[in-house]
């Protein structure tokens, strides 16, 4: 074989795979023997010799991706967010003949700006290090890496002349740093202590340099113009005003034709580099979502940004999100063919590659500049299940057999929020690995068979069901997510969505879910002490709850429709206890907890003043995002809600009940509804401090018994 370049694994694990395969199982690397070929193309390649699996690829990446494959369809062995560590076999089962796959996808992308605020932003080093191991085993090499550019403004801001209390004036708090870095807003959540800043910066700098162990190349965030709001009173730039964002008041942006344009990004860019080292990718998202541009010389400025990141690194490429209308053609119209690569954010529903059946086509597509498939899935980290199963690799082939398939150098993962929906996750991670011959029921009756370790009728049908309801949401639909819980929303007879922008539609019958999770209750006898099993059945179980809430709340409407008062309580009684259903089940998993992320919260924290702060970034980003002006006139109150234990009983149920007792009430004495300021009840829970647990308590399968138990009785 032609430039082999290979190495035989020893006694103790020396080389980045084989340390990635003893995290999963200590000393499972001897059981292995990974070698390193040189190719034009990205492969991974199973083999056998002795007693030993033979992994071959070009990058740790793909000997990872290979790893990974051989553990699902060989050793039956599936490694998820809930389960990142396995028992491996003592002799592995073996690989009869050599198994190759290939792509000429080179570019497979992970993350959002806002996966960083509504998943990661407490995260420590053993989660980053478990979650690096998932990206390289799924092959991806380019994902985005914003840890710590809190750091590296502070620095600049400094270096600028800026007081550390003005630099905390601008920079957001841990959980609102997503936005702040998209040039929404400035300094919500803050200040940020010495500590915080400290703590980032190692952190990133393992982060960084874990990524390119495994070979996998870090997007940093590049220099887009972004300068604080105050920037032209305090430093005389000439700036513009980008207006708000939801309520909050933008950054400013600077003007590509001040003199200091240059010389303030070659600031961030030293401080920077001089931090986590130069990349081959630099992220920059000027104007998100509706950012001002009146006054801005769109072509000057993408040529100034472009300057600016070639100056760092002559071979960057910039990095850049395809969502509403970023980015603009004038932004990117001078940056020459292969120094862009667009992030088609959304292409699941709203594709702007060149699919004429999107409301969002650019009937060009992106004008010649290489671009990435992306699945976006999840906002604002929702819990529940949803996707598009079939559409998402049909749309994939149909983006590849097109004009613009020339130019398309990937897949991506762009979920707003992550830890959810994992069948999609892997779906989208295989599709550049997949023969066209691969058909849809292929693939899933492989995935399910490795999730649980064995073949399980009862969870195929299970699976099948869910497949055709609620992971088949149509392909037209522009829904944003998850078809949401009606537990989570703000009360009232007519409540439908939770979020504001959700644009959920009906798609599927929820008797179809409450099937589905029966069947899967049926597995339990033979699928018992499989976590992944554990994991679904509670997920599956808890959206058959909601799902039966949202028949009960209908009830409840109708009752209020018709003056009925005792049919009002008698179904108002059994919502409620619905929601009390769910946070019990889902007190058996530490991911279904608010506990796992408050704690996380107040680990950051060196003081109880500084534990608090965070917990309170915690607490306020999953139930009114921010303050009253944010929440009620920005509309952004429930974007992030989480179907949770604690978060169900304390918060949701409170605001249910709150509104049922009123509506009871109104209704027995013929009054108007009531009308009460949500706002004013929801923000005490974002001060309080009440400790939540994150160990799991009971028996996943136990409660999920009793779950649908009350599921039926309810009937």
């Not at 028949?551 to 429709?561: F, K, S």
């Amino acid at each position: 074989m032609a430039a082999l370049l290979c190495w035989a694994t020893a006694c103790s694990a020396t080389t980045p795979i084989e340390q990635l395969t003893d995290r999963i199982d200590a000393g499972a690397s001897r059981k292995f023997i990974f070698e390193k070929v040189e190719s034009p193309h990205d492969f991974f390649e199973l083999d056998q010799q002795g007693d030993r699996v033979v992994v071959r690829g070009n990058s740790n990446v793909t000997l990872a991706k290979g790893l990974h494959w051989y553990l699902r369809h060989y050793a039956r062995i599936h490694l998820s967010w809930n389960a990142m560590h396995a028992r491996l076999p003592d002799t592995l089962p073996p690989v009869t003949r050599p198994e190759r796959h290939e792509t000429d996808l080179d570019l497979r992308y992970d993350l959002n700006y806002c996966t960083f605020s509504y998943t990661m932003p407490f995260w420590d080093w053993a989660r980053w290090e478990e979650e690096l191991d998932w990206m390289a085993m799924h092959g991806i090499n380019l994902p985005l890496a914003l840890v710590g550019t809190d750091v590296v403004w502070r620095n600049v801001l400094l270096r600028l002349g800026y007081t550390t209390d003005e630099v905390n004036a601008f920079i957001a708090g841990p959980a609102w740093q997503a936005w702040w870095l998209m040039n929404n807003l400035e300094g919500w959540g803050g200040p940020n202590t010495d500590n915080w800043y400290r703590r980032q910066e190692e952190l990133q700098r393992r982060i960084v340099g874990r990524m390119r162990e495994l070979d996998i190349e870090p997007v940093l965030p590049g220099y887009s113009g972004m300068v604080p709001s105050n920037a032209k009173a305090k430093l005389g730039l000439d700036v513009t005003d980008p207006g708000t964002w939801n309520a909050y008041q933008r950054p400013a942006f600077l003007s590509p034709t001040d003199p200091r344009f240059a010389d303030i990004a070659g600031l961030y860019y030293d401080e920077l580099t001089r931090l986590y080292g130069r990349t081959r990718y630099y992220a920059m998202d000027p104007f998100h979502e509706g950012g001002n541009t009146a006054g801005v010389d769109l072509r000057a400025a993408g040529r100034a940004i472009h300057a600016a990141m070639k100056r760092c690194n002559p071979n960057a490429a910039w990095v850049v999100q395809a969502w509403q209308a970023n980015p603009r053609r004038e932004l990117i119209a001078a940056v020459p063919r292969g120094d862009l690569v667009v992030l088609d954010l959304f292409a699941e529903s709203r594709p702007q590659w060149g699919d004429t059946a999107s409301t969002w086509c650019r009937p060009d597509g992106f004008d010649g500049h290489d671009w990435i498939y992306c699945m976006l899935l999840n906002y604002g980290g929702n819990v529940g299940l949803h996707g598009k199963m079939d559409h998402v690799l049909d749309e994939f082939r149909k983006a590849r057999a097109s004009r613009f398939g020339a130019t398309l150098r990937g897949v991506g993962m762009t979920m707003e929020g992550s830890e959810n929906n994992p069948v999609m996750f892997e779906l989208l991670c295989d599709l550049p690995w997949l023969a066209d011959s691969v058909t849809l029921d292929d693939w899933l009756a492989a995935y399910v068979t490795a999730r649980y370790g064995r073949s399980v009728p009862a969870a195929h049908e299970a699976w099948r069901l869910l497949r055709h309801s609620v992971y088949e949401c149509p392909a037209a639909s522009t829904q944003q997510g998850t078809h949401e819980s009606i537990f989570c929303a703000r009360p009232a007879a007519d409540a439908y969505q939770v979020s504001s922008w959700s644009d959920m539609r009906d798609y599927y019958d929820p008797a179809d879910v409450i099937h589905a999770a029966g069947l899967l209750l049926d597995a339990a006898d033979e699928l018992r002490g499989s976590d992944n099993y554990a994991y679904d059945l509670v997920d599956v179980m808890r959206q058959a709850v909601a799902e039966k809430g949202r028949l009960v709340h209908a009830a409840m409407r109708a009752a209020v429709e018709a003056d009925d008062v005792e049919r009002f309580d008698r179904e108002a009684s059994r919502f409620l206890s619905l929601i009390l259903v769910q946070d019990s089940l889902l007190v058996t998993r530490p991911e279904f907890r608010v506990g796992t992320w408050i704690g996380r919260a107040r680990q950051c924290g060196q003081t109880p003043e500084e534990q608090a702060h965070y917990e309170w970034n915690a607490r306020t980003l999953i139930t009114t995002w921010g303050g009253r002006a944010a929440a009620d006139r920005g509309g952004l109150h429930d974007y992030a809600h989480r179907e949770w234990n604690g978060l169900l009983r304390d918060f949701y149920y409170r605001r249910w009940k709150l509104w049922i007792d009123g509506t009871s009430q109104a209704l027995r004495h013929g009054d108007p509804l009531p009308s009460i300021d949500w706002y004013a009840v929801e923000e005490p829970w974002t001060r309080d401090t009440s400790p939540y647990a994150s160990t799991p308590e009971g028996d996943p399968i136990d409660a999920a018994r009793r779950a649908y138990r009350a599921i039926m009785a309810a009937d």
